[in-house]
Each structure stands twice: as C-alpha cells, then as structure tokens.
C-alpha cells in the first residue's frame, strides 16, 4: 500500500545498532520509514516500518531498488545514509588491525559501502523525491568523529594486552567517513539550489 499522507524517510543499515534506534524514534514521531538492509530478520522492527531486504553493495541493482521504495511511498521527503562497515573490536576480527596488515579486500569493502554506496543511492533516489509541496527534502549522511579527527588508538591497549594481539581502528574508516563529510558538503551547495538540505 503507497503511503501518499505521512512523509516517507528511507533509511539504510536500519537493523543495526543505530539503525533501531533511528527507525523506532522517526516512527515514533510519525514518519513513514522505509528501511533497507540486507540482513533477512526484520523481527527487531516495529511491524508499522516497511522493509525491503536488498544488499546495497549491488549498486547496479539501484534502479530496482528505487522502484520498490516507489511502490511504498508516494510522499520520500527524507533519506538517511546510515548503512557502514564498521570493523567490530572481536576475536579474529581481520580489519581491525595494523595499517602494515591492510589489503585490498577489506579497503574496498569498506570504501564501496561508506562512500560510494550513499553517493549512488543518493543520485538514483533523487527523481522520487517529493518536491510538489514546496518543502525541501532532507539528506543526512552519518558521519563519525573519526572522520574529522584521527583515531586514538591508545584505547584499544588494553585489550591488546589482554587479547595478546594489537588492534588498531582502521585508516580505511576514518577515510571514507572524511571523504563522505566533503560529499555531504558537496551536496548540500549543489542540491540546496534544487530544494534539498544535505
């Protein structure tokens, strides 16, 4: 059923740990959510919170995924880029690690879905917008601390020394999170012109 009343906002990553939390509040405050992730459980979600189970890393795949918010809302006033990879402090954990241990992989991982990820959801979302009201649409990409300051790595001692092996925040998430803040300001000269705030 297409929500046409209550503003629509789609958000990524929406079962993780912040994603809940955004998407219960915004629910909460009578906003239409639409969330995306990959995972297949939606069970953590209140059940008035539409869900579409797609996989972001497929970026080829975004027009149908913009024809599937479509078809939930008639009224998109907001998204919210919230979906990363953030290597978890855990036993085995491969991306938390020294810089002289980086590789490919994980870089392009955690590049692809940090930052060409909301780019290319952004600009596929864009003609679905609802602009007929008059009101500028919203675009929030969330960022982190480690975006605008480097790690301190000085708070993972402890558990190197209790783990018997050194973790390290990784470069390649303080450089996405950086080069996400420029595509934010970006957008927000290019697109506030054309009725957004970014």
């Known amino acids: 059923m297409i929500e046409i009343t209550k503003q629509s906002i789609l958000l990524t990553g929406g079962l993780g740990l912040l994603g809940r939390a955004f998407a219960r509040f915004l629910g909460e405050k009578g906003y239409h959510v639409i969330v995306v992730d990959i995972q297949e459980d939606r069970s953590c979600l209140p059940p008035e919170i539409d869900y579409i189970q797609f996989d972001l890393m497929k970026v080829d795949d975004y027009p149908w995924l913009r024809e599937e918010v479509g078809k939930k809302t008639g009224n998109l006033k907001g998204l919210i880029n919230n979906a990363a990879f953030n290597p978890k402090v855990e036993e085995g954990s491969e991306p938390f690690g020294k810089f002289e241990d980086i590789n490919m992989k994980s870089w392009d991982c955690e590049i692809k879905l940090n930052l060409t990820v909301p780019v290319f959801l952004i600009k596929e979302m864009l003609p679905i917008f ?16 480690y975006g605008l300051v480097p790690p301190n790595q000085d708070i993972y001692k402890s558990l190197s020394k209790a783990r018997g092996k050194e973790y390290v925040k990784p470069l390649s998430y303080s450089t996405s999170k950086a080069a996400l803040g420029m595509v934010t300001k970006y957008l927000a000269v290019y697109l506030g012109k054309k009725g957004f705030n970014v």
């Open 130 to 145: 609802n602009q007929k009201d008059g009101k500028n649409c919203k675009i929030i990409n969330v960022l982190s601390t």
